[in-house]
């Protein structure tokens, strides 16, 4: 079992910057990759940004230049720094992370609100 617990999100305004947290827990050694995926009100859930195991990253079209994924594997936690924030951004955000340990399956963190908005 993986546990994924986010923190981070809040209201912003248009330029403005967060950083989102997620603290991962449990079985991690079959963790092959970890990402960002937001889903806005009404809209299907897409990937914002992910990182891959040997620390290769992929970011969707409207987030890059933006957003930067990043990890911190002494303390298990994956970030996802947002930087000049648009009213466009503002969606759900959840944490991933895909475990191939046994059979591949997908672990979701709770979703953190993130609103820009003046």
């Known amino acids: 079992q993986v546990q994924l617990v986010e923190s981070g999100g809040g209201l912003v305004q248009p330029g403005g910057s967060l950083r989102l947290s997620c603290a991962a827990s449990g079985s991690l050694f079959g963790i092959n990759a970890m990402g960002w995926y937001r889903q806005a009100r009404g809209l299907e859930r897409e990937l914002v940004a992910r990182i891959t195991r040997d620390d290769n990253t992929d970011y969707t079209d409207s987030v890059k230049g933006r957003f930067t994924i990043s990890r911190d594997r002494p303390k298990n936690t994956l970030y996802l720094q947002m930087n000049s924030l648009k009213p466009e951004d503002t969606a759900v955000y959840y944490c991933?992370?895909?475990?191939?340990?046994?059979?591949?399956?997908?672990?979701w963190g709770q979703g953190t609100q993130v609103t820009v908005s003046s």
């Open positions: 991933n992370a895909h475990n191939i340990a046994n059979y591949p399956r997908d672990y």
